[in-house]
């Protein structure tokens, strides 16, 4: 007899009546999902108006980023219809993400990356997880259209943004924040890279909606980095430059969806800087213990910059009295090694005794 408290976990038994899954696909999942949505005071304290503010702490998947969330429906899918290899282009927690779910589903995984553009902590995942790792003398481009030319092949998937299962994964975690909320939030906050999350989560609130399960939807609110802004700017970026790699993005693939769902929602897209991404980053660690990835912290950073009572609270007006405010963060801190350079760690040297470290401590 199977127990359904074991088996009910991951967001395609969670969630099957709104996926693209009949009885017969086979899943393939890691227990994804059922991220904490934590309560931030110190941000409800900050926006102030009575306004609640939570953290959709993504970085909690199995892999350490949301694109879990959309790796199992398209490994699944991939599996039911018989294909043999997963592959993508990508440096990061795409790649990550194909190679663990592939690995769980028995299939072999292929990772194309542009030579010399390797982010290592996420590399060593896919290489762990088992994925051959093919380095391109070419760049990111040149990946993407090998990638797309195994189109043809039927024993071949292809798991990059393109592929339409991995929006419909990613929409679970709109319909995640409702099921504990009890209804939409007013805002919803997400870092924008490809675009391809904040299309999904409206998509699953607007869903969810439908379904009587909320009977209000948020505002979708959107933010880029600075140097890597093409939805903010109208067109291609086309040497994209921050130092959050997940959302180094210049020709979103996800790009008119994404308008879309900012326009239907009455929401906005805006930039944040590198320095307020890494600011917040080190902030929401320091101060309410969570670490994530510099990309993640965008949400963070641009609820900081435009809602708070600051001089550049341009967007403050979406605010309503006691407003409850969701704030995606979408990958796990300890993915990016670079992070300790950018905010200048170091350590306090000491003699191994008592009282020199009390001295430091300032403790008598
Ligand atoms: C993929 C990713 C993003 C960007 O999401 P899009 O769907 O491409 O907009 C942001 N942060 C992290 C950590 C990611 O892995």
């Known amino acids: 007899m199977k127990n359904s408290s074991l088996h009910d976990r991951g967001v395609i038994n969670r969630y099957r009546p709104y996926l693209p899954v009949t009885e017969e696909t086979p899943v393939v999942s890691l227990n994804e999902g059922s991220t904490p949505l934590i309560h931030s005071p110190w941000l409800s304290e900050i926006v102030g108006r009575g306004s609640e503010v939570y953290i959709k702490y993504e970085g909690l998947n199995p892999t350490g980023s949301f694109k879990d969330r959309g790796m199992t429906v398209a490994v699944s899918k991939a599996l039911e219809r018989g294909a043999r290899f997963v592959i993508c282009a990508s440096t990061g927690n795409t790649s990550a993400a194909a190679a663990a779910y592939a690995a769980r589903g028995g299939l072999s995984c292929a990772v194309l990356l542009p030579h010399g553009k390797i982010a290592s902590g996420k590399l060593l995942q896919a290489f762990l997880y088992g994925a051959k790792i093919i380095s391109l003398r070419g760049n990111f481009d040149d990946a993407l259209n090998i990638v797309r030319q195994f189109s043809e092949n039927p024993d071949v998937e292809i798991v990059n943004s393109i592929n339409p299962f991995r929006i419909e994964g990613q929409k679970t975690a709109a319909f995640e924040v409702v099921d504990v909320l009890g209804n939409a939030p007013s805002l919803h906050l997400l870092p924008v890279g490809n675009a391809g999350n904040i299309t999904a989560h409206w998509r699953g609130y607007r869903e969810y909606h439908s379904a009587g399960k909320c009977d209000t939807l948020p505002h979708m609110i959107g ?91 341009r967007h403050r007006s979406l605010l309503v009295e006691g407003a409850r405010i969701v704030c995606t963060v979408t990958g796990h801190g300890l993915k990016d090694p670079h992070t300790p350079a950018a905010i200048g760690m170091h350590l306090i040297e000491s003699e191994a005794t008592l009282s020199s470290v009390s001295n430091i401590l300032e403790m008598k």
């Open 223 to 313: 933010f880029q980095a600075f140097g890597s802004a093409p939805l903010v700017l109208g067109h291609i970026v086309e040497e994209p430059d921050t130092i959050a790699s997940a959302i180094r993005i210049g020709n979103p693939a996800s790009w008119k969806p994404a308008l879309t769902a900012i326009s239907e929602s009455h929401g906005l897209i805006d930039t944040v800087t590198d320095a307020e991404i890494i600011t917040a980053q080190v902030q929401l660690a320091s101060k309410e213990g969570i670490f994530v990835e510099p990309a993640s912290a965008a949400s963070i950073a641009g609820l900081l910059k435009y809602f708070c009572k600051s001089p550049h609270n």
